[in-house]
């Protein structure tokens, strides 16, 4: 095993072992990292916020320059990653008999399992292993790495940068390309879909179902849902609604609903139903979002809209996608995910493409095979090399 596979393969188990769940502060691995970007090179903007729950969060905004640049040097490279990850349920790890802890890196058949090894620590690993291939020294442009909070619950950390971040307007400023690290297999992705939606809610009162004191949420919710349901058939009808350049073309309209329900002899105070669907670059369904809301107020029922991020659509011929898809050895794809890249319109030259396979991600026994984690240390030096 090569030198720099041990190394990261012990950096990445370091990661891992920090239960950075969304629900809970990254600010520990936020510093971690942040020392170990010191440690290359690296001058580092640590900024935190509050999310909505008290809990306090971190970004790192990383940018190591070459030796005597200027403002007039050429854009450079920026990577992106988050270091969050999602909840733990019901872990299996390598070996269902003895799941083990998913905040303690296993490694078994060639692969690494753990919490976070695919979306997106092994990403972030494989970057920081090349970066340290690529000596300061050799550089001509400069070199970023980004790193946010609560990517997998509503992209708060990446809108807090865009709205806060002394250092983000520098990249701004720069348009370097900009590499969102997400697991693609290394493939290069140059457009994925964005997410938006809508809550709502319809309150009644609570009371013993024999009587008449109660009021049920759910009857004003009913013709809301039969609303929802149609508005859904016409996105999957109607060629306005669909662009052929993703799979699916549709804008995946998704609903539930819920009245909280503890008993049938209560009727329901609270009823609640909620919309998501996946914007595309020239289709946000706002039409149909302005639609459901005015028909939710003429119920009298309150609507709340839910932020998500945009759309990324950069041309599959542009220099910055061409280029990546040579050193990759790779066609440009679309998908129907969406990334905190999403968030950083102001960026012209964006393109998703990492290590490790999107089924991974989010699973019972997710992990990243160490082939990809080498790979993907290989294409990101080169990366660096060639724009830095």
């Avoid at 909505?52 to 490279?77: C, Y």
């Avoid at 105070?269 to 005015?294: C, F, H, Y």
């Amino acid at each position: 095993m090569k030198n720099a596979t041990r190394e990261s393969l012990d950096t990445l188990s370091r990661l891992i072992a920090f239960p950075s769940v969304s629900s809970a502060s990254n600010v520990d691995i936020s510093e971690y990292v942040d020392t170990h970007l010191r440690l290359l090179g690296f001058e580092t903007e640590l900024t935190t916020y509050v999310d909505s729950k008290g809990v306090r969060k971190a970004n790192i905004v990383a940018k190591r320059e070459p030796a005597g640049a200027d403002n007039s040097s050429a854009a450079g490279l920026a990577y992106f990653c988050h270091t969050d990850v999602v909840p733990v349920q019901n872990w299996v790890g390598p070996d269902p008999d003895s799941p083990g802890d998913a905040f303690t890196a296993t490694i078994a058949n060639d692969r690494v399992y753990g919490r976070g090894a695919c979306d997106m620590k092994g990403s972030l690993v494989a970057f920081l292993a090349a970066i340290a291939q690529v000596s300061a020294s050799s550089q001509k442009h400069p070199l970023w790495v980004v790193c946010t909070a609560d990517e997998e619950t509503g992209f708060q950390g990446a809108r807090h940068l865009v709205e806060s971040s002394t250092a983000y307007r520098e990249i701004v400023a720069a348009q370097p390309v900009a590499i969102i690290g997400e697991p693609t297999e290394l493939g290069v992705v140059h457009a994925h879909k964005g997410i938006t939606g809508f809550r709502i809610f319809s309150r009644g009162r609570a009371a013993h179902s024999s009587t008449a004191e109660g009021i049920n949420a759910n009857v004003a919710m009913v013709p809301m849902l039969q609303k929802i349901a149609e508005l859904n058939e016409r996105t999957l009808r109607e060629p306005c609604y669909q662009d052929r350049r993703f799979d699916p073309p549709t804008l995946s309209w998704n609903f539930g609903f819920t009245d909280h329900g503890t008993a049938i002899n209560i009727t329901a105070p609270k009823s609640e139903a909620w919309v998501s669907l996946r914007t595309m670059p020239e289709i946000d369904g706002s039409d149909l979002i302005n639609e459901a809301r005015q028909y939710a107020e003429s119920l009298g029922l309150e609507f709340r809209p839910l932020v998500g991020c945009d759309p990324i659509w950069v041309d599959a011929n542009a220099p910055c996608i061409q280029t990546m898809c040579k050193l990759a050895g790779a066609t440009p794809t679309t998908k129907c995910y969406a990334t905190d890249g999403g968030v950083f319109g102001e960026l012209n030259q964006r393109l998703v493409c990492g290590p490790g396979n999107i089924a991974q991600a989010h699973t019972a026994n997710e992990w990243i095979s160490i082939e990809q984690l080498e790979k993907g240390i290989e294409l990101y030096r080169r990366s660096i090399e060639h724009w830095c």
